[in-house]
């Protein structure tokens, strides 16, 4: 059987070990492969690993020894499953491999913006604390969480481990899912969604993007929000408005954002966010710990043996 990997290198730079895989058949493994490689690298293969790289319909339909696609990642939209299905290509993908991972980065932007710990450092380095008449020196008032709300849009398996990180900081914890949910955490409490962003000190974003939540954040719901509050998107790009949010934060309506991923990756030079104030980017990295990579990859290799003994799991068509 062979088995092209089509951009292996978010998920292995190098430091994972392919051979689980490459055990499985004749493996080749590419780091990206751009539209104009894509049919002839994946010519002749029987399986076929995708990160990013887009399998559509007229690529499905010109590969016809392709039987399996395994998605290296949760989200799905990079292959059209419907013509994956009539053509009898089976899909999976792999859930829940780093919700701690996750989780961590959203504390890593709230406490960016609450400690101030890289604006005091720059300051330190270059000679505000040598030159200070007093023993400590602070820019800024800095914030303890405790006390604080955070509301969390969307409540899956990362804003769970989001909550049980901000009770450890003894925060309330506020929640708004479509539905309401009865069966949550000691703690942490459902809320309606105008009541979480009008009070809400921080609010993170965890739901998927849907015709619902397209643009969830945008200039009405900003204003809503307190003129104190962050917000933290480790979601997808597509639920803020990002030329709002660059407004909202240019004039002070928010405190602070911190974002995990944007419209648009990589974004390209005139994102309004790039040059905004009070906010944190990091590169779409929250889910890329070693330890997170490695489960993707043993789940991903799981999925293809359960295949090939024809017992499928996490097949999403």
Known sequence: MKIVVLDG???NPGDLDW??????????CFDRTSPAELLDRAQGAQ???????????????????LEY?????????????????????KVTNVPGYGPDAVAQMVFAHILYHTQRLAEHHNAVVDGAWSQAPDFCFTLAPLQSLKGKTLGLVGFGDIGRQVATI??????????????????????????????????????????????????LINSARLSAMK?????????????????????????????????????????????PLLSA????ISPHNAWATREARQNLLTIAVDNLKGYLAGQLINQVN
């Open 9 to 11: 290198y978010t998920l």
């Open 19 to 28: 051979q689980p895989l490459a055990a499985l058949g004749e493996f080749r």
């Open 47 to 65: 399986v076929l690993l995708t990160n990013k790289t887009v399998l559509d319909a007229d690529a499905l339909k010109a590969l016809p020894g």
């Open 69 to 89: 696609i395994g998605v290296l990642a949760t989200g799905t939209n990079v292959v059209d499953l419907d013509a994956a299905s009539e053509l009898g290509i």
């Open 166 to 215: 901000a009770k450890a900081f003894q925060m309330q914890v506020l929640v708004n899912t479509p539905s309401i949910k009865h069966d949550l955490p000691e703690g942490v409490s459902w809320c309606e969604r105008e009541a979480l962003f009008a009070s809400a000190d921080i609010i993170s974003l965890h739901c998927p993007l849907t015709p619902d939540t397209l643009q």
């Open 227 to 271: 003129p104190s509050a962050i917000l933290i998107n480790t979601a997808r790009g597509g639920l803020v408005d990002e030329q709002a949010l660059a407004v909202a934060l240019s004039r002070g309506e928010i405190a602070a954002a911190g974002v995990d991923v944007l419209s648009s990756e990589p974004p390209g030079a005139d994102n």
């Open 277 to 280: 104030p009070h906010i944190s």
